[in-house]
């Protein structure tokens, strides 16, 4: 297992950002089962990925902090991709010069697949994140439905408005941006189009904690996105708020179990 943080200078976003990157490798399981591969992989092996988008006031290091997902990467041989979001709810935004979503969906993936050996293929790339991450990770999956095949939302809902017509925010006290302006209405917009246009949508993972702040968010858009026609797994999680215990639980899950992985890397003729 490799962890790698980087930095470099972004176009879509002005200035230099982080980036932190597990990559699956040689490991101490395979020197204790008496595996000695090439130290390289074989060329045009791949890598799937997991474009991991972090919660409010976090950065690129947050889940290597306070989960285990280097471990859990490396268990199932799948790449984990995890950019600084900089409290900009991943979005693209008229009068500001950093474009946030152009930068997750099409910028670093383009950089880095010139870097690693990951696939461009739409059945080895997903989208995921916790809390604000969650949000960008579905507002990005359904503007880009061709770059995913799958989505891990955790503790948020992004199709969720209230009866009055606006978008559901709630004060947490953190130094968090607005929403844009009527940002859940043009989610669901962009949603149905998508349903309309026939699409090729990809599966929605969503989950929560029932003691969790955002369930009522979460659930109403988890059925909403079922009732237009998107393939939704959803679970409620009993015992648990939003809080990391919970993530690093559903990170676990989700990589062993939920995500269409091939849990090893993709050989040069596949």
Not at 6 to 27: E, K
Not at 102 to 111: F, G, V
Not at 118 to 135: H, W
Not at 221 to 246: K, T
Request: proline share 7%.
């Amino acid at each position: 297992m490799a962890v790698i943080r980087m930095n470099y200078m972004s176009r879509a976003l002005g200035f230099q950002t982080d980036v932190t990157i597990c990559l699956p490798f040689y490991n101490f399981a395979d020197v204790m089962s008496g595996k000695q591969p090439d130290m390289y992989i074989p060329e045009g092996t791949k890598y799937q990925v997991l474009w991991l988008l972090h919660g409010g006031s976090g950065d690129s290091a947050d889940y290597l902090t306070f989960s285990n997902i280097a471990r859990y990467a490396d268990d199932n041989k799948i790449a984990v991709v995890m950019p600084s979001g900089y409290n900009m709810n991943y979005d693209d935004i008229d009068d500001c010069p950093m474009k946030m979503m152009t930068y997750i969906a099409e910028e670093l993936p383009e950089y880095l697949r010139e870097i690693f050996p990951f696939s461009d293929k739409r059945e080895d790339n997903f989208i995921g994140g916790l809390s604000m991450g969650s949000n960008g990770a579905q507002k990005i999956a359904v503007r880009y439905p061709e770059n995913y095949a799958a989505v891990l939302a955790m503790s948020a809902g992004s199709f969720y408005v209230n009866p009055e017509g606006g978008a559901r925010r709630l004060n947490t006290g953190m130094p968090m941006p607005p929403h844009k302006p009527d940002e859940m209405q043009e989610n669901i917009a962009i949603a149905k189009k998508n349903v309309e246009e026939g699409k090729l949508l990809p599966k929605f993972f969503m989950t929560w904690g029932d003691k969790d702040f955002v369930k009522t968010g979460h659930k109403a858009s988890a059925d909403f996105l079922s009732e237009i026609g998107y393939d939704v797994y959803q679970e409620e999680v009993p015992g648990y708020g939003h809080e990391w215990d919970f993530w690093d639980l559903t990170l676990r899950k989700a990589l062993k179990e939920w995500l269409p992985i091939r849990h090893e890397l993709i050989p040069p003729e596949a």
